[in-house]
């Protein structure tokens, strides 16, 4: 109630949403036609697994082995359109559900109840057992567009769309998004791709540098910290701080142990408000010494956990401030080594 009171014996108005119900017609009118599509291109075992038909969109749930292509999808919609603009009666009338049965041209579905009279929808070409609302021509529902298709279980995929008005809208998005990108890439529309390409390909060449760069980089580096290696007992230690990505840690370490031939490398570094803790071990010495045990008793001073191998384990942190006990802690383990 929004105002007022209802009292026993009133006598109330009660009125359809002309406008809505017309729009849920076309919806539901058109995931009839969707299902017939979708044998037509996909094949007889599609079966309907669920479906939802609002004002704004329906959806539609079938059995299906794999994702449906592009191409598959511009013919469903091909398919569906072409039926809308054939403007074909779509009739309403009930059969014994004993008739029914009988008729293998009207699809019905496994497990659902039906009464000793049933409901059919037909559109010629397609013909349902339903009870809903629905235009009574094709040429109604105006326009059909799929605006999406996923999986939502093994076997099962699912396709929402939109018609009417709500079909022409989607295309005017897409439409809207072509001109944004082509503004923002300074090409006409019909050059986009042409355009992308090219900027994929000197992206890809930037970052072949970039790689080539950074690989020489930690090369440098790596020659650079080799003289900063300490003698803990009778092992070559290299524990320090550094600037670099998690990707990298473990390629700088690879470069440090080729540099140091029999040792340990303890690597820390900062990102953002986290940091990565990364151990690793000589071939040589992976019996005598196991980066995991190592990682296991460092890590609590940076907030977090790790694990890996006996030669190469990490671990990631919440405490950035903790790497120098974590190293330090290194350190005293394999004193006592």
Do not use: W
């Not at 539901?28 to 017939?36: D, G, I, M, V």
């Not at 091909?78 to 014994?96: A, C, F, G, H, M």
């Not at 540098?209 to 900063?228: I, N, S, V, Y």
């Not at 008793?297 to 694990?307: D, L, V």
Request: hydrophobic content about 35%.
């Amino acid at each position: 109630m929004n105002s007022g009171q209802l009292k026993k014996n009133d006598s109330v108005h009660a009125a359809i949403d002309m406008a809505r119900r017309t729009e849920i017609q076309n919806h539901h009118t058109a995931t009839h036609l969707l299902h017939f599509a979708l044998q037509q291109i996909l094949g007889p075992h599609i079966k309907q697994a669920g479906s939802l038909v609002e004002a704004k969109r329906l959806r539609f749930d079938f059995n299906h082995h794999k994702p449906v292509s592009v191409q598959e999808l511009r013919q469903i919609e091909t398919l569906v359109n072409s039926k809308i603009r054939s403007d074909v009666p779509v009739q309403s009338y009930e059969l014994s559900y004993e008739d029914a049965q009988k008729r293998s041209d009207i699809k019905q579905f496994f497990g659902e109840k039906y009464g000793a009279k049933v409901r059919v929808i037909d559109a010629d070409f397609s013909k349902e057992l339903c009870g809903g609302t629905h235009v009574d021509r094709t040429g109604k529902i105006g326009y059909f567009r799929i605006m999406k298709e996923s999986s939502i279980a093994a076997g099962s995929r699912r396709i929402e769309a939109v018609t009417g008005k709500y079909a022409e809208e989607f295309v005017y998005e897409e439409e809207d998004l072509l001109a944004s990108l082509a503004t923002t890439l300074k090409s006409p529309t019909p050059a986009l791709l042409e355009k992308i390409t090219l900027l994929l390909d000197e992206n890809k060449k930037l970052e072949q540098e970039l790689k080539q760069h950074r690989k020489g980089r930690l090369k440098e580096l790596a020659d650079e910290m080799a003289h900063k290696k300490e003698k803990v007992g009778s092992l070559h230690l290299i524990a320090q701080e550094v600037a670099l990505t998690s990707e990298e840690l473990a390629t700088f370490a690879e470069e440090l142990l080729l540099t140091l031939k029999s040792g340990i490398v303890a690597l820390g570094a900062t990102t953002g408000e986290k940091c990565q803790l990364l151990i690793a071990v000589s071939q040589d010495l992976v019996k005598q010494i196991n980066a995991v045990a190592l990682i296991k008793e460092a890590a609590p001073h940076i907030a977090g956990g790790g694990g890996g191998k006996p030669h190469l384990a990490q671990a990631g942190g919440k405490d950035p401030k903790g790497l120098q006990k974590a190293l330090n802690t290194i350190r005293e383990k394999l004193k006592t080594t």
